[in-house]
């Protein structure tokens, strides 16, 4: 099993331009989530979804869209990028809503210029 | 607000040494505190702890949850090189898994 997969790896973004990060996940898990990682602070969570076609807000979800049309599949777009969003973001998903064991992806080290 | 404490911020130890990693925690209606490894990239889960499981191991890997003082403990014997990684600490409240808050992580060096 892959688990959970994320794209890119490493993406550089001037400040103004759009992209979208990939993420899937071959678990059938019913919970996805995105989380985005900055030194000195905990993992915080963006956006989450607790099945197809339902998405919600996390802590930090400005700035940021997500939808979830199939199980798998679970894209977060940054709509116009700001140098406040560099960071680490992890895509993780777990069994269900309440199932709190996560399992991540490998991440995507994102630069906005 | 709810909030995850972990200690120390970093940690410098010779192989063999014996480690104890600490997370404090302030959440309303705690359900559960979980232990993550982050070495390179992703974090991997190494144990939960709830009201009804207040102690686990795993090999050289230990936990106990003290849920009257709101604290946990990570303990690991024997250090290996391979040890060496950030680990954080999670604390889920209510229900529901948005409710999770992470610690800023303790990061453990473990010197040859």
């Known amino acids: 099993n892959a688990g959970v997969t994320q794209t890119p790896k490493f993406q550089v973004l001037k400040t103004g331009q759009s992209m979208t990060l990939q993420c899937a996940q071959d678990m059938n898990h019913e919970y996805m989530s995105w989380y985005r990682q900055d030194p000195g602070m905990g993992l915080r969570l963006i956006h989450y979804?607790?099945?197809?076609?339902?998405?919600d807000q996390g802590e930090v979800p400005n700035g940021y869209n997500v939808s979830r049309s199939t199980t798998e599949d679970f894209p977060l777009r940054l709509l116009s990028a700001a140098p406040s969003q560099t960071s680490v973001y992890f895509c993780?998903?777990?069994?269900?809503?309440?199932?709190?064991?996560?399992?991540f992806g490998s991440g995507t080290q994102l630069s906005v210029l | 607000e709810d909030k995850v404490v972990q200690s120390p911020l970093s940690l410098v130890v010779h192989e063999g040494d014996t480690v104890t990693l600490n997370c404090s925690y302030e959440?309303?209606?705690?359900?559960?505190l979980l232990w993550y490894k982050q070495e390179k990239k992703a974090p991997t889960f190494l144990f939960m702890l709830t009201s009804s499981g207040i102690e686990k191991k795993s090999g050289r890997l230990s936990s106990i949850l003290d849920k009257k003082e709101l604290f946990s403990i990570l303990n690991i014997t024997a250090t290996q090189t391979g040890d060496s990684a950030v680990y954080l600490c999670?604390?889920?409240?209510?229900?529901?898994?948005?409710?999770?808050?992470f610690g800023t992580g303790t990061r453990l060096t473990i010197i040859p």
């Open positions: 993780a998903s777990s069994y269900g809503y309440g199932d709190e064991k996560l399992f």
């Open positions: 999670a604390v889920g409240a209510n229900f529901g898994n948005e409710k999770l808050t």
């Open positions: 959440v309303t209606n705690f359900r559960s």
């Open positions: 979804s607790v099945g197809a076609g339902i998405t």
